[in-house]
């Protein structure tokens, strides 16, 4: 075990034994169904648990909410014009959606 997690478990067991970790919000209550962090680096998954816990969405999440929207009208559309404009749409969506993922990528690293 290295120097660093020793101290990491000393200070665990001191804040447990004074009481510091009773009384915490979901104590006793199991940890939530997060299927999607297992794609998701550790680090990341704690990045966006602290955003969803405070109310903040990262654009890569808005823009994914918005491409999954624009898929479902794309499906509803008949008209060959609207579909080739729903189509462009979702592809300027998709772009940014890729960029704004590589960025994220990029900054973590």
Same mark, same amino acid.
């Given at each position: 075990? +290295?120097? @660093? +997690? %020793? @101290?990491?478990? %000393? =200070? *665990? =067991?001191?804040a447990r034994l004074t009481g510091q970790l009773q009384g915490l919000e979901g104590e006793g209550k199991p940890l939530p169904d997060r299927p999607d962090d297992a794609f998701v680096s550790p680090g990341d998954a704690v990045g966006f648990r *602290?955003?969803?816990?405070?109310?903040?969405?990262p654009e890569e999440i808005i823009l994914k909410k918005q491409v999954l929207a624009q898929r479902a009208? @794309?499906? $509803?559309? $008949?008209?060959? +014009?609207? =579909?080739n404009a729903a189509m462009a749409? @979702?592809?300027r969506l998709e772009l940014r959606q890729a960029i704004a993922e590589e960025s994220r990528r990029k900054f973590l690293r």
């Open positions: 075990m +290295s120097w @660093l +997690s %020793r @101290l990491a478990e %000393r =200070q *665990i =067991q001191k *602290i955003m969803a816990e405070a109310g903040v969405l009208l @794309l499906a $509803t559309l $008949t008209d060959a +014009s609207a =579909q749409e @979702l592809a």
